[in-house]
């Protein structure tokens, strides 16, 4: 490896002082409305993606006009908590300063704001930092936003997991005072800036960091590089399991990329969580491949020198023997939409927020609403790892309140199918510029189909764990679905089948590049099977395995692409 060309991303991140580039400089640039040569790739790791508008570019080419550039911005919230203050602040930016006005719940429990023009980066920034948040870390090759569980009935544990996530995010958020500096006018630090933990080069690929509280598995622990396993005893937290390598994306066309489980390397108490953190972040930073971004990644790391070799040099690192796994288990993934009462004597309301995209439409004004039901709560918000949103905290007597305001502006839809809520979309188009094909706005028609489907055979309140991402990068979580739409290209896909309920199984390739239409046949064929003759209970992904219409995917580094 090391007689090979390191990858131009690794000389700009060197040559960055610190992730600073040039940037200041861009910003003061009128003469585009974009980021020019490497700082283009360095306001990732101040949390924001240069895009424009795939919807208008054709038009605006034809008027000899470049794109119209914005930025989406990544606001880095661990464990997906926010207040309604915090909440109120980003919602007015998004209305008056923002090209869609809209917010965006992510899958990994961050909010993303698109279309902010130039001129309005520094103030987002600054609103933040007044708010007590930021954008660090987002986006880039560092540690993004951590994940954790948002179980709102076991309150107690969720606390403890949480205030871990929160910790987790701090250590290995990068040292360096760019931030500071570019975006909200901060004092060049004196003192030399170390990045202990992440390297002056800081990681090879992007990092992902996840703490699950089982049963539940609503962070998909395999797409993450690093997942703490929640271990607890009436309540209270003890320590947890280790699990590295997990990871979605592949490369269209290249055998050498797949997705991959994450394989676990044991049970560690509560006061040693930091330093196996850095330790396995540190490793992932020697080790992982930096000539080849399409294999940089923790996974092919790890399947590179082996789990057993990759596990000694994180507890060396660590000063640290891990002791064997404590027995965990997962049953599902999904929210409970509606009001739950926890153990600590409060009540929770989880919102169904289609693809977590928070905006008006006629009839169902579900962004003002929330910013009206901020304006009277007084607990926190949490965002889900399936882009729901929790009201959580609420006393008996702000109940009624609560839910009569989220009926009105179409918060609460009791309508809403079972299979739509086990339904998720990655952003694509307009905004993505890696889309193939549409994702978040083909979502509900297909939707409508599968209920179709359900209805005409007499399942009305099934559902199949189903998604659908826009590229083979699989932001939304495809490879771990029933069913999966991978795009190919406008209105064309690949078909996923034979993932599992509970998150543990990648499904396998069914059918290649189909047109959606003939996706849909399909899917109608396979579900009136599986409803005919499943057995008790069985999920549709289990039911293909059995039935074989897909082999399982039993270890995906050797038997992926079979
Ligand atoms: C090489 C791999 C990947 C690349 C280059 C990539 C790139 C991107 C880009 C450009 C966006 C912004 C789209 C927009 O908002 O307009 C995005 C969104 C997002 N990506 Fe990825 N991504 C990759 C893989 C993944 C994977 C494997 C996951 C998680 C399993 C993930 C999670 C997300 C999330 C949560 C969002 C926010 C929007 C959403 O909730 O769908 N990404 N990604
Ligand atoms: S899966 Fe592809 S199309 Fe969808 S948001 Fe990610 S990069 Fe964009």
């Not at 390297?199 to 960091?209: A, C, E, H, I, V």
């Amino acid at each position: 490896m090391s007689d090979k060309k390191l990858s131009d991303n690794e000389r700009l991140k060197s040559e960055s002082h610190l992730l600073r580039g040039t940037i200041k400089e861009d910003l003061t640039n009128d003469l585009t409305g974009g980021f020019l040569g490497d700082n283009f790739q360095l306001i990732r790791f101040h949390g924001m993606y240069q895009q424009d508008d795939r919807d208008i570019r054709a038009e605006r080419t034809g008027q000899m006009l470049e794109p119209l550039h914005t930025v989406m911005l990544r606001v880095r919230l661990p464990g997906g908590i926010i207040t309604p203050e915090q909440w109120i602040g980003i919602d007015k930016f998004a209305s008056e300063h923002t090209q869609y006005g809209s917010i965006r719940i992510t899958n990994r429990q961050a909010l993303q704001l698109h279309g902010v023009l130039k001129k309005n980066i520094k103030p987002v920034h600054k609103l933040l930092h007044h708010l007590g948040l930021d954008s660090r870390a987002t986006a880039g090759d560092v540690n993004r936003n951590v994940l954790c569980t948002s179980n709102p009935v076991e309150s107690a544990l969720h606390q403890q997991a949480y205030d871990w996530a929160k910790k987790i995010s701090e250590h290995l958020l990068p040292r360096t005072n760019a931030y500071a500096e570019v975006w909200l006018d901060g004092e060049k630090i004196k003192h030399p800036e170390e990045e202990t933990i992440l390297g002056n080069s800081y990681l090879p690929r992007k990092f992902k960091t996840a703490v699950v509280i089982p049963p539940q598995n609503d962070v998909d622990l395999h797409a993450n590089d690093l997942n703490f396993i929640a271990v607890g005893k009436e309540g209270k937290l003890q320590g947890f399991n280790v699990l590295v390598g997990g990871g979605l994306a592949m490369t269209q066309g290249d055998k050498t990329t797949y997705p991959r489980l994450a394989s676990e390397l044991g049970f560690i108490p509560l006061e040693a969580t930091l330093s196996v953190a850095a330790a396995v972040v540190s490793t992932q930073r020697d080790w992982g491949n930096r000539t080849n971004r399409r294999n940089a990644k923790t996974k092919y790391t790890l399947d590179r020198v082996g789990v057993e070799v990759f596990k000694s040099e994180v507890e060396q690192r660590a000063g640290l023997v891990f002791q064997p796994v404590e027995p965990y288990q997962f049953t599902h993934r999904g929210d409970r939409i509606g009001w739950v009462s926890g153990t600590d004597n409060k009540y929770h309301l989880t919102l169904f927020i289609p693809s977590g995209r928070l905006i008006d439409k006629p009839g169902k004004p579900l962004k003002t609403g929330l910013a009206v039901i901020a304006k009277i709560h007084q607990g926190d918000f949490r965002l889900t790892p399936n882009q729901n949103i929790i009201i959580a905290g609420v006393s008996e007597e702000h109940k009624q309140q609560i839910d009569t305001l989220a009926r009105q502006y179409g918060l609460i839809d009791d309508s809403v199918s079972s299979q739509r809520k086990h339904a998720m979309a990655c952003v694509s188009y307009p905004t993505c510029p890696l889309a193939m094909a549409e994702a978040e706005r083909v979502l509900p028609n297909i939707i409508d189909r599968l209920e179709e489907i359900f209805l005409r055979n007499d399942i009305p309140t099934e559902s199949v764990i189903f998604r659908v991402t826009g590229c083979p990068n699989g932001c939304g979580r495809a490879m771990l679905a029933e069913i999966g739409l991978v795009g190919r290209a406008q209105g064309r896909y690949d078909l996923y089948l034979g993932g599992n309920r509970e998150g543990t199984r990648i499904p396998r390739i069914y059918q290649e590049n189909q047109k959606l239409e003939d996706i849909i046949l399909i899917l109608d064929s396979l579900l009136t099977k599986w409803a005919k003759y499943r057995e008790k209970n069985e999920a549709f992904g289990d039911y293909a395995i059995r039935s074989k219409i897909v082999q399982p995917v039993l270890n995906s580094t050797v038997d992926f692409y079979l």
